[in-house]
């Protein structure tokens, strides 16, 4: 059974940080573009794309509200993909996921959009940034 597991949630001030944690089993993503979605609250069946990493994790892409905050990055020996979160602000309070593509390259509309289309997802981790 294949699940992306996603860990590191929880309660943080504005202006501190958090790193999330996505750990793959039952298949390698070794060769798949991974990345993270976002669900604010009150926002049911929105998803945001936040950023993705290739395969070998020589490229990245982040959307514009988290760019120069959010650090993507991969251990393909662990199959698990991170999200260094810093500056937290309140309205990067949500529920972060963890998916991955098909690509082995980012496919930046891929992860613009709404993350239609990506092969698997994992459940979500509730972070909550305090004013």
């Known amino acids: 059974q294949v699940q992306l597991v996603e860990s590191g949630g929880g309660l943080v001030q504005a202006g501190g940080s958090l790193r999330l944690s996505c750990a793959a089993s039952g298949r390698t993503f070794s060769r798949n573009a991974m990345g993270w979605f976002r669900q604010a609250p009150g926002k049911e069946r929105e998803f945001v794309g936040v950023g993705a990493i290739n395969w070998s994790g020589s490229n990245t892409y982040y959307a514009d509200s988290v760019k120069g905050r959010f650090t993507i990055s991969r251990d393909n020996a662990k199959n698990t993909v991170y999200l260094q979160m810093n500056s937290l602000k309140p309205e990067d309070t949500a529920v972060y996921y963890c998916?991955?593509?098909?690509?082995?390259?980012?496919?930046?509309?891929?992860?613009?959009?709404?993350?239609?289309?990506?092969?698997?997802w994992g459940k979500g981790t509730l972070v909550t940034v305090s004013s």
């Open positions: 998916a991955a593509d098909s690509t082995s390259a980012i496919v930046p509309s891929r992860w613009a959009a709404t993350g239609n289309g990506m092969d698997y």
